[in-house]
């Protein structure tokens, strides 16, 4: 869940794919691996929203995750298996998810990384679970995929659930302040971490002043700032995707709004900085992620995302990488490439990966995740601010 500037058309000789266009990436093969190996390729699914408002996020999951797949093609594939991907555009639409997926099935394909929306991953997840294919989420975070008992499911990313729980808990416990807007954009995602900050912030004795919803396309928040001016809370809360977070920051504060300013781990990056602008941006938090990471892994992630296209990289980003790398290490352990058995073995897996020690619980969440927040100092980038003292599963 993070913004860069980049666009989100995809481009393949130098042609735009139509949004829901079934692309065969061979090119993720690297022809030095395929010589080394005369074994069939591993069919391996990836969808996430490439065009659209959320483009941008899925366009950063298509490069990173390019250099996961480069990364283990490089070590010989899958059991010997090159990596063959196929990339679905969700345009963060449910349906064309269930499109994507029933392409996945009807190609056989050996595992499925996506959907980055939970809302598109939710319909199509118990599909794959009938065509006994697993699912490595890379960043669906809505705690309903803990409760749906899926065996074919796990997830790097952690869940909406904790995650606002953390923010709720730094507001209240080490701002101390004691009232709260919070807003958020109507999605799956932004729903579901706006109603785990509120139950958390009143749990712990704040008063939620009021509680608004927008939309993702909302670019214009004039009606909402107007009642957030009559409440005057301490603090404002937003969960949602990029550019709205960012914009209803600028705009709070072209207002005279002086409340402080806290939103998801999902606007991490340079985008948010640049589009609330510097006066703006300077002291907003937002909860994290992973943080501070100095693994092999993620420093190997940094370099070839510098070097092949000149970004940076962000949590979302790192989530996909080690979804990717989650499925290679799970036949290694199960010594097998076929679906049933990379789902009898998902829940087993543990590695080191970008985003540090991975493993997982029954239900697919990730164990033992550590969340921080994180400031927007006056040089425009981030510093830790606070850690939550314990790690949540």
């Given at each position: 869940?993070?913004?860069?500037?980049?666009?989100?058309?995809?481009?393949?000789?130098?042609m735009?794919?139509?949004?829901a266009?079934?692309?065969a990436a061979?090119?993720a093969?690297?022809?030095?691996?395929?010589?080394?190996?005369?074994?069939?390729p591993?069919l391996?699914?990836?969808?996430?929203?490439?065009?659209?408002?959320?483009?941008?996020?899925?366009?950063?999951?298509?490069d990173?995750?390019?250099?996961?797949?480069?990364?283990?093609?490089?070590?010989?594939?899958?059991?010997?298996?090159?990596?063959?991907?196929?990339?679905?555009?969700?345009?963060?639409?449910?349906?064309?998810?269930?499109?994507?997926?029933?392409?996945?099935?009807?190609?056989?394909?050996?595992?499925?990384?996506?959907?980055?929306?939970?809302?598109v991953?939710i319909?199509?997840?118990?599909?794959?679970?009938?065509?006994?294919?697993?699912?490595?989420g890379?960043?669906?975070?809505?705690?309903a995929?803990?409760?749906?008992?899926?065996?074919?499911?796990?997830?790097?990313?952690?869940?909406?659930?904790?995650?606002?729980?953390?923010?709720?808990?730094f507001?209240?416990?080490?701002?101390?302040?004691?009232?709260?807007?919070?807003?958020?954009?109507?999605?799956?995602f932004?729903?579901?971490?706006?109603a785990?900050?509120a139950?958390?912030?009143?749990?712990?004795?704040?008063?939620?002043?009021?509680?608004?919803?927008?939309?993702?396309?909302?670019t214009?928040?004039?009606?909402?700032?107007?009642?957030?001016?009559?409440v005057?809370?301490?603090?404002?809360?937003?969960?949602?995707?990029?550019?709205?977070?960012?914009?209803?920051?600028?705009?709070?504060r072209?207002?005279g709004?002086?409340?402080?300013?806290?939103?998801d781990?999902?606007?991490?990056?340079?985008?948010?900085?640049?589009?609330?602008?510097?006066?703006?941006?300077v002291?907003?938090?937002?909860?994290n992620?992973h943080?501070?990471?100095?693994?092999p892994?993620?420093?190997?992630?940094?370099?070839?995302?510098?070097?092949?296209?000149?970004?940076?990289?962000?949590?979302?980003?790192?989530?996909?990488f080690d979804?990717?790398?989650?499925?290679?290490?799970?036949?290694?352990?199960?010594?097998s490439?076929?679906?049933a058995?990379?789902?009898?073995y998902?829940?087993?897996?543990?590695?080191?990966?970008a985003?540090?020690?991975?493993?997982?619980?029954p239900?697919?969440?990730?164990?033992?995740?550590?969340?921080?927040?994180?400031?927007?100092?006056?040089?425009?980038?981030?510093?830790?601010?606070?850690?939550?003292?314990?790690t949540?599963?």
């Amino acid at each position: 869940m993070i913004g860069r500037p980049r666009s989100s058309a995809v481009r393949i000789g130098g042609m735009v794919l139509a949004a829901a266009m079934l692309v065969a990436a061979g090119g993720a093969t690297s022809a030095s691996a395929a010589s080394k190996t005369s074994k069939t390729p591993f069919l391996l699914g990836e969808a996430y929203p490439l065009t659209g408002s959320e483009g941008a996020y899925g366009v950063g999951l298509k490069d990173t995750e390019a250099i996961a797949v480069s990364y283990i093609n490089q070590r010989g594939g899958i059991l010997g298996h090159p990596i063959k991907v196929t990339v679905w555009d969700t345009q963060a639409e449910p349906a064309v998810g269930i499109a994507a997926t029933q392409a996945f099935i009807g190609a056989h394909v050996n595992a499925v990384e996506g959907y980055f929306d939970s809302s598109v991953t939710i319909p199509s997840i118990p599909l794959l679970e009938q065509a006994n294919i697993p699912l490595f989420g890379g960043n669906p975070s809505t705690p309903a995929l803990a409760t749906m008992h899926l065996k074919n499911f796990v997830r790097i990313t952690g869940n909406d659930r904790n995650e606002g729980t953390v923010q709720a808990a730094f507001v209240r416990q080490k701002l101390g302040l004691s009232t709260a807007v919070v807003i958020d954009d109507n999605e799956t995602f932004g729903d579901a971490f706006a109603a785990a900050f509120a139950s958390k912030f009143k749990a712990l004795g704040g008063t939620i002043a009021a509680r608004y919803t927008t939309t993702i396309d909302t670019t214009d928040f004039t009606s909402v700032l107007a009642q957030v001016q009559t409440v005057q809370p301490q603090i404002v809360e937003y969960s949602g995707f990029d550019p709205a977070a960012a914009l209803l920051l600028k705009q709070m504060r072209a207002d005279g709004i002086t409340a402080k300013y806290v939103t998801d781990s999902s606007q991490y990056g340079s985008v948010f900085t640049s589009t609330a602008g510097a006066t703006a941006a300077v002291g907003a938090y937002m909860t994290n992620v992973h943080s501070q990471i100095n693994s092999p892994l993620y420093k190997y992630l940094q370099t070839q995302m510098q070097k092949r296209y000149h970004q940076a990289v962000t949590s979302i980003d790192a989530n996909g990488f080690d979804a990717i790398i989650a499925i290679w290490k799970t036949a290694e352990l199960a010594h097998s490439i076929a679906p049933a058995k990379l789902i009898a073995y998902m829940h087993r897996t543990t590695f080191q990966g970008a985003t540090g020690k991975v493993s997982f619980l029954p239900d697919g969440d990730r164990a033992q995740i550590s969340y921080t927040v994180i400031q927007v100092t006056p040089s425009l980038t981030y510093q830790t601010v606070y850690t939550y003292a314990k790690t949540l599963s």
